[in-house]
């Protein structure tokens, strides 16, 4: 990403030197500032996950014993009270895992948009300087 910052920050460069429209460098600045937040972003949400990954690998370490405190007390458990059921409880884990996964695949999804805009960057470049 970093380079692509600099490929843009160069691209911006020339384009003054070579006397383009002040809307061009205009547009160039605009997606040098849109790069630099779309990093941002990105680093945010990378560590938001990281933190949810690392509170979902407690919850698996910790589901077992939890569903076997609860299956030794259903039956001692007088008549009207409820607790989730063993299964119950895995099932919940289960999803909040697939939860997890779906956002790790966003930020996958993320991480290829913002390849796409450098790639952009670079093809607007040659196309600017028939390089």
């Known amino acids: 990403m970093e380079e692509a910052i600099a490929t843009v920050g160069a691209f911006m460069e020339e384009m003054r030197s070579v006397g383009l429209s002040a809307r061009d460098v205009a547009l160039a600045e605009t997606m040098a500032r ?3 937040a779309a990093q941002k972003a990105l ?3 990378e560590k ?3 933190e949810a990954q690392t509170s979902m690998d407690e919850v698996g370490r910790n589901s077992a014993q939890l569903c076997a405190v609860v299956g030794r007390m259903l039956p001692q ?3 009207g009270q409820w607790l989730p059921q063993p299964h119950e409880l895995r099932l919940e884990i289960a999803d909040m895992h ?3 996964a779906g956002v790790a695949e966003g930020i996958q ?3 290829e948009a913002l390849a796409q805009m450098e790639a952009l960057s670079v093809q607007a470049r040659s196309m600017t300087f028939g390089q």
Do not use: G, H, W
């Open 34 to 36: 849109r790069l630099e």
């Open 43 to 45: 680093k945010t949400v």
């Open 48 to 50: 938001t996950v990281a």
């Open 77 to 79: 458990l007088p008549a």
């Open 98 to 100: 697939r939860k997890q």
């Open 109 to 111: 999804d993320m991480r």
